[in-house]
Each structure stands twice: as structure tokens, then as C-alpha cells.
């Protein structure tokens, strides 16, 4: 699947169940931002909270920035395997800053991998 200039996805349902801290979930939602979530969607851009006392949102942030794929760039995701496992992978790539700005990009991935 692929996300264009919205600025996160609907629920995913992942084919395994993930264990996040304690907590396990079967659903993640993507933001076009740099971030999964686990309890809702969230479309927020400035990074604020992830720190070792955070309680909020359910929250993995492999690149946490005011990402903007409006003029450049995409995010894709979903379902497949990694070393042998299901796992659940979303590639933000070539994508752009706020506010369409496309003389830098960044591309970065991360995957959620059962073993």
C-alpha cells in the first residue's frame, strides 16, 4: 500500500501480533511523518514527548520529522517476510520537508519482524 500526500494511513492489521513494551497489538497505523502508532492514527509533525517518562500514544519512531511528500518522495508499507519471519515494513523514501521542499530528502525504513 502506499501513502501519497495524506498524513496517515487507517488501521493495518498486522498478520502477527506485536509486543510493544508489555503491551501486544494486532493493528499499527502509519504517518506520513516518520512514525508508527499502535492505539489510533495520529498526524502529528513536531516531535515532542518520546522521552523515558512518555505514557501516551504507543509510538515507533525510526525518523520522527515535519516530513512532507507533497512535493517529492513517497511511504509504502505492508506485509511480507524478513530472515524467514512475517514481518510488517513501511519505507519512507526520497521524501521531503515541510514545506514541499525537495533540495533534501531522506529515505529510511523500519520493520517489525515475529520471531
Known amino acids: ?28 497505523y502509519v504517518s506520513n511523518n516518520g512514525y508508527l502508532t499502535f492505539n489510533n492514527r495520529q498526524g502529528t509533525f513536531t ?3 518520546l522521552t523515558a517518562s512518555y505514557s501516551g500514544q504507543p509510538t515507533i519512531a525510526p525518523y520522527y520529522a515535519d516530513v512532507d511528500t507533497r512535493g517529492t ?21 526520497a521524501v ?11 529515505t529510511f525504513q523500519v520493520i517489525l519482524e515475529i520471531s
Open 96 to 106: 521531503g520537508y515541510y514545506p514541499v521542499a525537495t533540495d533534501k530528502t531522506d
Open 47 to 49: 516531535p515532542m514527548g
Open 73 to 93: 518522495g513517497m511511504v509504502t508499507y505492508g506485509m511480507g517476510t524478513y530472515n524467514g519471519n512475517s514481518a510488517f515494513g513501511v519505507t519512507w523514501s
Open 1 to 28: 500500500m502506499q501513502l501519497a500526500t495524506i498524513v496517515f494511513s487507517g488501521a493495518i492489521d498486522l498478520d502477527f501480533s506485536a509486543d510493544f513494551f508489555g503491551s501486544t497489538f494486532a493493528q499499527t
